[in-house]
């Protein structure tokens, strides 16, 4: 990482989902970044430090990491800083992250974390030893309390499951926006091309799927968006059908946008009935 000039106001963190618990510490950043006049920086991680210290370990997650940094970047961040982690990295002590990374190379003047925040070799530091640290390398320190819903914490793992269930709702909620996937255009089998309904095919990039079905969408494709419909097989393969739309999108990224479910799948006898079922969807 390069020496940067500018003085910063920081935070740290995987930020999966950048879920409303995750977004009430950005807005911290970004506000008092305005405030004081800092540079506001998000740090996370490449490859995910479960996947270098655990390498058999699975490590299931809501959202990809350009997923992630597309989120973080439209809430207003001036800079989203992706470290690689490796081995080396995490022995590195939790003063040592502090002085070498964010005092040196960052010009820290602010950090900003999670209220449960765990930082450095063995996950040793923690909020009561930056508070510490804050005074010997002369930065202001702030902890924000993780959020509750429903009497509980809100939380990637829980949020991932509530989709995996088809609770879109509730999931939607915690999530403080509709529930999204990022994913690749891919080639398909051409079915709906033949009867009048021509679908691009989606290669989520390690997204969360909801369960098989049909729903009604918006598709973010640059800085437009359009309404559509998809259909998520018992494969977990994602096909959408945008409204009006006619330009060849293969190979691009896109971001479906769900807004509510339409019908559970059905197994059709012919390719009239599965026609007449798709004009009934996109009536719907």
Request: hydrophobic residues 45%.
């Given at each position: 990482m390069k020496k940067t000039l500018y003085p910063s106001i920081v935070t740290i963190g995987i930020?999966?989902?950048?879920?409303?618990?995750?977004?009430?510490?950005?807005?911290?950043?970004?506000?008092?970044?305005?405030?004081?006049?800092?540079?506001?920086?998000?740090i996370t991680f490449d490859p995910h430090p479960v996947k270098v210290l655990s390498p058999g370990a699975e490590i299931p997650l809501l959202m990809s990491l350009g997923h992630r940094i597309r989120l973080i970047k439209k809430m207003g961040v001036d800079e989203c800083l992706v470290m690689r982690f490796t081995k080396g990295f995490s022995r590195l002590s939790p003063e040592d992250f502090i002085k070498n990374v964010l005092a040196d190379k960052l010009n820290l003047k602010v950090l900003v974390t999670g209220g449960n925040f765990l930082f450095g070799f063995k996950e040793k530091g923690g909020v009561a030893l930056l508070r510490r640290l804050s005074k010997t390398y002369d930065f202001k320190f702030y902890s924000v309390p993780p959020l509750k819903m429903d009497g509980n914490f809100i939380s990637s793992t829980r949020i991932r499951r509530l989709i995996e269930k088809g609770d879109l709702d509730l999931a939607s909620k915690m999530l403080g926006r509709p529930v999204t996937i990022l994913g690749t255009v891919v080639k398909g089998r051409r079915l709906g091309r033949k009867i009048g309904f021509p679908t691009a095919n989606i290669d989520p990039h390690h997204e969360s799927i909801p369960p098989s079905g049909v729903y009604s969408i918006d598709v973010a494709l640059g800085e437009k968006k359009y309404r559509g419909i998809l259909n998520i097989n018992g494969r977990k393969i994602i096909e959408v059908h945008i409204f009006n739309f006619k330009k060849d999108i293969y190979g691009k990224d896109i971001e479906v946008i769900f807004r509510q479910k339409i019908r559970d799948e059905k197994k059709f006898k012919s390719l009239k009935s599965l026609k007449k079922q798709i004009q009934l969807d996109i009536l719907k």
């Open positions: 930020f999966d989902g950048v879920h409303k618990g995750h977004q009430a510490i950005l807005k911290k950043v970004i506000r008092q970044a305005k405030i004081a006049r800092l540079k506001s920086v998000v």
